[in-house]
């Protein structure tokens, strides 16, 4: 539904040349919800604004629903009208909704539909439609200011849907609300792109919102992309950094003479009692140091910590043991090994809160016994709940 080719965006003034996107190809499928993350700088508004030709790439492509836009003469608000009927075609939402403070709210989602050149009866009938839509119809005739911060976003997002979109680009959307106005726009967004079969594409800084929405998503740094996906396939990918920062896993690691895995349930192993088969056919004392259940993109994941005695040559049957019973198998940096799954320090947004079911802190026992303190779960409780 969207595709950009190279698409690249270098800023000249006088003295210097900024590059905020670096040659950035990126696919966004039919119907799905997509979430680019970045730390600030890292190109995420320079992306959205190229995507919909508010501003235009030094170089590369942008194709939405089979139109390339950049072949579309005009710029910024200069655009011709080829152009413009495309973009009206791509809804935008922003972290401070942009709304007419003299405009009610109907008279808010009316503009885009004066624009289309609607007459007054269908525009008055289109605007509380979309008003109904969204859950507004009682604020029809309220002003932006009497509305809290999630019902100016609703209202936001009604009148992005005026021309009928097939995308809706959202910037930082939910930056500017409060964690449940946050889950409950995010609701409607994925109700919306159920419903009406919209394709999203969101940019965030907030790894809760991908966790929360997003099928696929890609992590930006320095004006690349860095890591891409669908989000059940990144975390099914050892060493992904995207999946660390989605669902990072604590537990204290690489203590000498044992050897630390980390492992993700998901899928068809999400109920299967590994850990215990492990220690059963293997012989081995597995100590559980951290463990975690979570959903992401909608399906319930588990992971957690191993720690295996013996170096890691000791351990290769086991290791190799629980690959073949399907888990994700990471192994963190710790003694003697370079590490496989911790990623590189630099470029990758800051970890995010922990949250839903986090767990783990210091030992919490051996297999099949639940760990002390928080919501550490043990081998069985974790595989079986992470259906
Ligand atoms: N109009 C502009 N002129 C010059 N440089 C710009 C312009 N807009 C953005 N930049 C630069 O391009 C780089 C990418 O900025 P951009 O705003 O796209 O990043 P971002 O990931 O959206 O950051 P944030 O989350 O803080 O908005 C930054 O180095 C920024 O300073």
């Given at each position: 539904?969207?595709?950009?080719?190279?698409?690249?965006?270098?800023?000249?003034?006088?003295?210097?040349?900024?590059?905020?996107?670096?040659?950035?190809?990126?696919?966004?499928?039919?119907?799905?919800?997509?979430?680019?993350?970045?730390?600030?700088?890292?190109?995420?508004?320079?992306?959205?604004?190229?995507?919909?030709?508010?501003?235009?790439?030094?170089?590369g492509t942008v194709t939405v629903d089979g139109v390339d836009l950049t072949a579309l003469g005009g710029r910024g608000h200069r655009a011709r009208r080829p152009l413009r009927q495309a973009r009206a075609r791509i809804g935008?939402?922003?972290?401070?909704?942009?709304?007419?403070?003299?405009?009610?709210?109907?008279?808010?989602?009316?503009?885009?539909?004066?624009?289309?050149?609607?007459?007054?009866?269908?525009?008055?009938?289109?605007?509380?439609?979309?008003?109904?839509?969204?859950?507004?119809?009682?604020?029809?005739?309220?002003?932006?200011?009497?509305l809290s911060g999630g019902q100016k976003q609703r209202v936001g997002i009604a009148r992005a849907l005026a021309g009928d979109p097939k995308v809706l680009l959202s910037d930082e959307a939910t930056s500017a609300l409060d964690?449940?106005?946050?889950?409950?726009?995010?609701?409607?967004?994925?109700?919306?792109?159920?419903?009406?079969?919209?394709?999203?594409?969101?940019?965030?800084?907030?790894?809760?919102?991908?966790?929360?929405?997003?099928?696929?998503?890609?992590?930006?740094?320095?004006?690349?992309?860095?890591?891409?996906?669908?989000?059940?396939?990144?975390?099914?990918?050892?060493?992904?950094?995207?999946?660390?920062?989605?669902?990072?896993?604590?537990?204290?690691?690489?203590?000498?003479?044992?050897?630390?895995?980390?492992?993700?349930?998901?899928?068809?192993?999400?109920?299967?009692?590994?850990?215990?088969?492990?220690?059963?056919?293997?012989?081995?004392?597995?100590?559980?140091?951290?463990?975690?259940?979570?959903?992401?993109?909608?399906?319930?994941?588990?992971?957690?910590?191993?720690?295996?005695?013996?170096?890691?040559?000791?351990?290769?049957?086991?290791?190799?043991?629980?690959?073949?019973?399907?888990?994700?198998?990471?192994?963190?940096?710790?003694?003697?090994?370079?590490?496989?799954?911790?990623?590189?320090?630099?470029?990758?947004?800051?970890?995010?809160?922990?949250?839903?079911?986090?767990?783990?802190?210091?030992?919490?026992?051996?297999?099949?016994?639940?760990?002390?303190?928080?919501?550490?779960v043990g081998a069985e409780g974790a595989e079986g709940g992470a259906a």
């Amino acid at each position: 539904m969207i595709t950009t080719t190279d698409l690249t965006k270098v800023y000249r003034s006088r003295d210097r040349e900024v590059t905020a996107l670096d040659g950035v190809s990126l696919h966004v499928r039919p119907g799905e919800v997509f979430g680019v993350i970045g730390r600030s700088g890292a190109g995420k508004s320079t992306l959205i604004r190229c995507l919909n030709l508010l501003e235009r790439p030094t170089s590369g492509t942008v194709t939405v629903d089979g139109v390339d836009l950049t072949a579309l003469g005009g710029r910024g608000h200069r655009a011709r009208r080829p152009l413009r009927q495309a973009r009206a075609r791509i809804g935008m939402i922003f972290q401070h909704f942009n709304l007419l403070s003299s405009r009610t709210v109907k008279g808010n989602v009316e503009l885009p539909l004066e624009i289309l050149g609607l007459g007054r009866r269908e525009r008055s009938r289109k605007a509380l439609e979309l008003l109904d839509l969204v859950g507004l119809a009682d604020k029809a005739k309220a002003y932006p200011a009497q509305l809290s911060g999630g019902q100016k976003q609703r209202v936001g997002i009604a009148r992005a849907l005026a021309g009928d979109p097939k995308v809706l680009l959202s910037d930082e959307a939910t930056s500017a609300l409060d964690p449940e106005t946050t889950r409950s726009v995010l609701g409607l967004l994925r109700d919306l792109n159920r419903q009406l079969g919209l394709t999203i594409l969101l940019i965030t800084h907030e790894m809760d919102v991908v966790k929360t929405v997003c099928d696929s998503a890609a992590l930006m740094a320095e004006g690349r992309i860095v890591e891409s996906g669908a989000v059940s396939e990144l975390l099914a990918t050892p060493g992904s950094r995207l999946a660390h920062e989605l669902f990072p896993v604590g537990g204290p690691q690489g203590a000498a003479g044992r050897t630390t895995v980390d492992l993700t349930f998901h899928g068809a192993t999400a109920g299967d009692p590994v850990v215990s088969r492990l220690a059963r056919t293997h012989g081995i004392d597995v100590s559980i140091v951290g463990a975690a259940l979570d959903t992401v993109g909608g399906h319930q994941v588990g992971r957690m910590r191993i720690e295996l005695p013996g170096t890691f040559e000791d351990n290769v049957l086991a290791i190799g043991f629980l690959r073949e019973q399907g888990l994700t198998v990471e192994l963190p940096a710790q003694a003697g090994l370079p590490g496989q799954g911790a990623p590189p320090p630099d470029g990758a947004p800051p970890p995010p809160p922990a949250s839903g079911r986090t767990a783990a802190a210091g030992r919490a026992g051996e297999a099949g016994e639940a760990g002390e303190g928080a919501e550490t779960v043990g081998a069985e409780g974790a595989e079986g709940g992470a259906a």
